[in-house]
């Protein structure tokens, strides 16, 4: 099984919610991954968790709030975000961090900021 | 600089050929690893095929093959046999072992269109 599953698929908020995006893998996968990608454009790497404690912060804003509660989950919590935020946020793990395999994405979140 | 440069924006290839995506890669380190992923409009992105910086055989899954040219720092992909699906983008990406945080970083895509 080499299935990372995001939810939700799709996402409207306003610009004063508060909301979060799910992302869960049974694979034993111990580096897991937030990825940002606007239209045309390829993914940006946003965090890095590597045994469940965050190893990587690519300078996101904190309005953008990860969470991994354990090997298996990792969440990404948002609030005030900006319409510039508007994009699909991918989900990524891999075997390990310390290792140079292929990491696995999920299906993605569209988030659209109103 | 970048480190993943994929020169071709868009691709046409008529079904049933093959084709051949070009990426190119600038590293330093000696432990790396090379993929593509394919990225269809659902936006779901899908690993293709990987090869490590040590392996001395190309990689091949399937209709895919990766052409690697360790010297030449290239990691061209081969899809032989086109079909109507593999219309999509493709990625070309990186992980650096040594220095690079284990980090997987992307090119800018090549759009493939297949056409009946």
């Known amino acids: 099984d080499t299935e990372v599953t995001q939810t939700p698929k799709h996402l409207v908020m306003g610009m004063t919610n508060k909301k979060s995006l799910k992302c869960e893998q049974h694979m034993g996968h111990r580096a897991m991954y937030w990825y940002k990608q606007k239209a045309k454009k390829p993914p940006e790497l946003m965090f890095v968790?590597?045994?469940?404690?965050?190893?990587i912060n690519e300078s996101v804003p904190s309005r953008f709030s990860p969470e991994c509660p354990n090997s298996s989950l990792l969440n990404l919590h948002l609030h005030a975000l900006q319409p510039e935020d508007s994009a699909l946020y991918l989900c990524?793990?891999?075997?390990?961090?310390?290792?140079?395999?292929?990491?696995?994405f999920g299906q993605g979140t569209r988030l659209t900021v109103v | 600089a970048q480190k993943i440069t994929q020169t071709q924006p868009g691709m046409f290839v008529q079904e049933k050929e093959a084709v051949t995506l070009d990426c190119t890669y600038d590293?330093?380190?000696?432990?790396?690893?090379l993929f593509w992923y394919k990225q269809p409009s659902s936006g779901e992105m899908i690993f293709l095929i990987y090869?490590?910086?040590?392996?001395?055989q190309n990689a091949t899954e399937g209709r895919y093959s990766l052409n690697f040219q360790k010297a030449r720092k290239s990691a061209n992909l081969v899809i032989s046999a086109s079909q109507l699906g593999d219309s999509a983008m493709y990625f070309c990406a990186m992980r650096e072992g040594d220095t690079g945080g284990f980090k997987t970083i992307f090119g800018a895509g090549t759009r493939l269109f297949v056409k009946a």
């Open positions: 090869q490590g910086s040590y392996d001395e």
């Open positions: 990524a793990s891999s075997q390990g961090p310390e290792t140079t395999g292929e990491a696995f």
């Open positions: 968790y590597s045994y469940e404690k965050l190893s």
């Open positions: 590293t330093s380190d000696q432990s790396y690893g």
